[in-house]
C-alpha cells in the first residue's frame, strides 16, 4: 500500500487549504483512510476519517464545521479542505490508512492501528 501526500503550505489565519492523499495498493474496498497533524512538542492527533467501504465521514470537535474530507472516485485520492484555519492548525499533517475490519470508531482515531503512512506535508496559519 502507497499513499502519496500533495498539498500544504502557508496560509494566513482565515485561510483556505487542500491536501491530497492518493491511495494505491489496497487488494479490497474496505479500508478508512484518515488525517492526522503533529503540532511540535505535541502529540499525533487525530483529525478525520473516512470509511472508504460506506462513505462514512468523520471529524475530530476542533476541526468540525472548518475541514472536509472527500473522496475523488476516479482517482482513489482522499482530499481534506482546510477551510477558516487557524494558527492553532499549524503541523505536519499525515495521511494514513487501515483496513476497517482492524479498527472501532475507538481506535480509528489514534495512530497506532495504522501500518500504511503517507509522507507529512507541513501546513503553516501564520500572518
Known amino acids: 500500500v502507497q499513499l502519496q501526500v500533495s498539498g500544504g503550505g502557508l496560509v494566513q489565519p482565515g485561510g483556505s487549504l487542500r491536501l491530497s492523499c492518493v491511495v494505491s495498493g489496497f487488494t479490497v474496498d474496505y479500508y478508512v483512510v484518515s488525517w492526522f497533524r503533529q503540532a511540535p512538542g505535541k502529540e499525533r492527533e487525530w483529525v478525520s476519517s473516512f470509511n472508504r467501504g460506506d462513505g462514512s465521514t468523520y471529524y475530530a470537535d476542533s476541526v468540525k464545521g472548518r475541514f472536509t474530507i472527500s473522496r475523488d472516485n476516479a482517482k482513489n485520492t482522499f482530499n481534506l479542505q482546510l477551510n477558516t484555519l487557524k494558527p492553532e492548525d499549524t503541523a505536519v499533517y499525515y495521511c494514513?490508512?487501515?483496513?476497517?475490519?482492524?479498527?472501532?470508531?475507538?481506535?480509528?482515531?489514534?495512530?497506532?492501528?495504522?501500518?500504511?503512512w503517507g509522507q507529512g506535508t507541513l501546513v503553516t496559519v501564520s500572518s
Open positions: 494514513a490508512a487501515v483496513i476497517s475490519t482492524y479498527v472501532t470508531l475507538t481506535t480509528m482515531t489514534t495512530p497506532n492501528p495504522y501500518r500504511d
